[in-house]
């Protein structure tokens, strides 16, 4: 079965710091994958996905960047953090384009 | 516009009651859709995928009405379980792009 790990669950940062956010996909290959960013009570808000190693479509300009240096591996980062990037962060995969999306359990990002 | 539309609540129910959640999409092309619930802090979960002829999973039924570009989540006998936020995707047919409506809230009380 396919699973999907994220960390760290939780993460307290200073603004201006860097950040790195991991995920990886196991039990499947050439998964799409998403990040995607929650702020308190809001919905859903669509980052970057990835279609497959080294392709990153960027939705929403910020000082966020993605990565994915494996098929099964999806980056999150950011060089200099701004309280604003504050939030929860979510990694997800689907098979192909139009199908059901499953989640990582997510990091709830606290820049202070 | 945005591409999902959703009523964001919150419904307040009793148990037992029924209710109902509709969400509105943009993207004609969009072939299939699906429901997500979310609970307070947690990541979204599939609750039900929503195709051309509806399905009813137990107490929930999920329906596509294409004309009017809507898909509802209808929820009998609610209990205070189902208390939580659910969210309608639509994704785009021919796109990467998995865009979430911004969620509904219900709470069940006693």
């Known amino acids: 079965s396919q699973t999907i790990h994220q960390w760290p669950a939780t993460l307290v940062q200073p603004v201006g710091s860097p950040l790195s956010l991991e995920c990886t996909v196991e039990?499947?290959?050439?998964?799409?994958l998403y990040w995607y960013r929650q702020a308190a009570g809001r919905g859903l808000q669509l980052l970057f996905y990835?279609?497959?190693?080294?392709?990153i479509s960027s939705e929403v300009p910020q000082n966020l960047s993605a990565s994915r240096p494996q098929d099964r591996q999806f980056i999150l980062s950011s060089k200099k953090l701004l309280l604003s990037d504050s939030g929860f962060y979510l990694c997800?995969?689907?098979?192909?384009?139009?199908?059901?999306?499953?989640f990582g359990q997510g990091t709830r990002l606290t820049v202070v | 516009r945005k591409e999902v539309e959703q009523d964001p609540g919150p419904f307040n129910v009793p148990e037992g009651a029924t209710v109902a959640f509709n969400c509105t999409y943009s993207?004609?092309?969009?072939?299939?859709f699906f429901w997500y619930r979310q609970d307070c802090r947690k990541e979204p979960k599939l609750l039900m995928s929503?195709?051309?002829s509806g399905n009813e999973d137990g107490r929930f039924t999920a329906q596509l009405n294409r004309a009017s570009q809507y898909i509802s989540l209808l929820i009998r006998d609610s209990k205070l379980s189902d208390s939580a936020t659910y969210l309608c995707?639509?994704?785009?047919?021919?796109?990467?792009?998995?865009?979430f409506g911004a969620g509904t809230r219900l709470f069940v009380k006693a």
């Open positions: 997800a995969w689907n098979y192909r384009a139009g199908t059901e999306a499953f």
């Open positions: 039990g499947t290959s050439n998964p799409n």
């Open positions: 990835s279609v497959g190693i080294g392709q």
């Open positions: 993207n004609s092309a969009s072939q299939s």
């Open positions: 929503v195709y051309s």
């Open positions: 995707v639509a994704p785009r047919t021919g796109g990467f792009k998995t865009i």
